[in-house]
């Protein structure tokens, strides 16, 4: 992967005027149609707290911190996918994969002075939860027992795959997939559903259609 490196981005470090601060590039991945925009990506050995950021590509101008987990170059197990840009760059799907599920994945609006976001990734973990809990309450609960001290990425213990279609825009059309089983281990409690749903223009999103069953897979 080529990136662009932009002397401006290359900054003093405020704690020791003689060390310097890791560089952040901005991947061609990243960059809208126009070459305009583009996203940055931090070194692994940054600051923890340093986020990705949405920034003109030519002069390094901040319009944005994106609000989801970061990602760092050459972060293990996840992978940076190619930003999905609406042909008029008005609009940017960023998405950071992980092994069972996405890592990040946040619709950006872009404006004349200001960036509106979208946490894709919340918005449908809460939702699809909801709904599989109200389904089957019982079922759930073992699972999420099961599931327990999974970590902060496994909400109540589960994996949930989100699929953001195109085209990129709003509204936009989501598939999303819940188990509490993906490696397939036997004899372990297994709790699958999927649901379709749309983000409306107004930020909402309205269920189209939620199914329970086996075999959902992680990709539709």
Known sequence: M???LPALLLVSSSVHA?????????????????RRYGVTVPSLDSSPVDSNKLVEAATG?????????????RKNHETLLPSRWSKD???LLWEVDGKWFPHALVLLKVGDGNVSQFNLLELAQRSI?????KATP???????KANSGNGSAYPDGFSVDVEALDPIALPLRLRIALTSN?????????LESSMEAVLTTEGKLEITDF????????HF
């Open 2 to 4: 080529r990136y662009l």
């Open 182 to 190: 993906p490696k397939g281990i036997e004899d372990f409690p297994t």
């Open 89 to 91: 760059g008005k609009f």
């Open 129 to 133: 939860l909801a709904e599989t809990k």
């Open 18 to 34: 003689q060390e310097k601060r890791p560089a952040f590039a901005i991947p061609d991945s990243t960059l809208s149609p126009d």
């Open 61 to 73: 101008k901040v319009l944005a911190s994106i609000k989801a987990n970061p990602f760092f170059d």
């Open 138 to 144: 019982d079922r759930y609960e073992a699972a999420r």
């Open 211 to 218: 199914k329970m069953g086996p075999g959902v897979s992680r």
